[in-house]
């Protein structure tokens, strides 16, 4: 079975420049999310999807963060303009039907720097 | 405000031994615990998870342990191996529809 896939794996931009992110989930999972780590902390949640509905996007910064997944299955995530603290690696991962026990499964991640 | 804290950034373990990686939360609400595993360059992959309604889930190797009054998890890997070395992080989520809250990672390194 076919993991989690994000491209690209890695991108350098410069601030205030615009970049996308682009994630295909595990054939048949519901459940889509994009998480920010940066360097030295934990994975931060940033938007939840079920199927092409936003569940909860409260900790993602509405002014230059912007995310879809118009048919319930891929999902990009874009960045606008692009700030210093913006470089992180930003996680995809999926779920069968995103409830409580229900595993998350990880792409390997886009690893962006913002010079 | 963190809710769930690894204070061990990083562990050095002996081969064979055994390794215990602590993680501590704040939030009451968190209903269901997580530790997943990071080896450098690829995403977190999941390992061992623990309901709020028990207090030991065991598989294989790797055990965790959960104090609900002291807002309390650890997972303890036994017999400790060279593949083990990797980034532990502790997960925690409440009910409901929301992601999980990860603490910063402990780095394990087991030594042969």
């Known amino acids: 079975e076919a993991g989690v896939a994000q491209s690209p794996r890695y991108k350098i931009i410069e601030k205030r420049q615009s970049v996308a992110f682009w994630c295909n989930p595990i054939?048949?999972?519901?459940?889509l999310y994009w998480y920010q780590q940066i360097l030295g902390q934990g994975p931060k949640l940033l938007i939840q999807?079920?199927?092409?509905?936003?569940?909860?996007d409260s900790q993602l910064p509405k002014d230059r963060f912007s995310a879809e997944r118009l048919k319930g299955v891929d999902s990009t995530l874009k960045i606008q303009p692009a700030k210093l603290e913006d470089s992180a690696v930003y996680l995809c991962?999926?779920?069968?039907?995103?409830?409580?026990?229900?595993?998350?499964?990880f792409g390997p991640g886009t690893r962006l720097t913002v010079l | 405000d963190q809710q769930v804290k690894q204070n061990s950034p990083s562990l050095s373990v002996q081969e064979g031994r055994i390794s215990i990686l602590n993680c501590d939360y704040t939030?009451?609400?968190?209903?269901?615990f997580l530790w997943y595993k990071k080896y450098p360059a690829e995403g977190p992959t999941f390992l061992i998870s623990?309901?709020?309604?028990?207090d030991k889930n065991e598989d294989g190797r790797f055990t965790v342990f959960l104090n609900k009054s002291a807002k309390h998890l650890s997972l303890h890997i036994v017999p400790s191996q060279p593949g083990d070395s990797a980034v532990y992080f502790c997960?925690?989520?409440?009910?409901?529809?929301?992601?999980?809250?990860f603490g910063k990672g402990t780095h394990l390194i087991i030594q042969p």
């Open positions: 991962a999926s779920s069968l039907v995103g409830t409580l026990t229900d595993t998350q499964y």
């Open positions: 999807f079920q199927n092409n509905g936003v569940v909860d």
């Open positions: 997960a925690a989520s409440p009910v409901g529809p929301d992601g999980l809250t």
């Open positions: 623990i309901s709020s309604i028990k």
């Open positions: 939030n009451s609400m968190f209903d269901y």
């Open positions: 054939s048949g999972h519901a459940t």
